[in-house]
């Protein structure tokens, strides 16, 4: 599996293997955001990884294949963004949304919890994305 990226206003990666050593992790992500599974580690620990711009207010999270981008402001991943990235030792099941998925805890709709992502994109201002205007959830 490769390593998310993190670009935009910022330039790093995070290969699947160093996600268990960032600090904050739990191994029940259930525990920390509702309807997760697998070790999950905070967002929070991944972008301490990197400097952030202080102009970035957003960050584009995208799955792999490009297909799905949800423009999360950098406060409410900070606030209560998880990163679940293995199940029982292994990468997570793509049926469950891995190898990475993102949930943001008490977000503002379900739509910003990202199956299968590949970049977290650190951007001044909201991007275009795939987020409905008006949700239904």
Known sequence: MSGLRITG????????????????????AADVAEGAVG??????AVLARVP???????????????????SIPIADLLDGGWLAYALHGSPLPTDLGGPL???????NTLCW???DVGELRLT???E???VPKRPTH
């Open 124 to 126: 001044t201002g909201k």
């Open 39 to 44: 070790a999950a580690v905070p967002i929070e």
């Open 113 to 115: 919890n990202v199956k």
């Open 52 to 70: 952030i711009d202080p102009a970035a207010t957003h960050c584009s999270v995208v799955s792999r294949d490009g297909a799905y981008t949800a």
């Open 128 to 130: 275009p994305d795939n």
């Open 9 to 28: 206003l910022a330039n790093s990666s995070v290969e699947w293997e160093e996600l268990g050593a960032l600090g904050g992790g739990v191994d029940n």
């Open 101 to 107: 998925r993102l949930t943001v805890s008490e977000g």
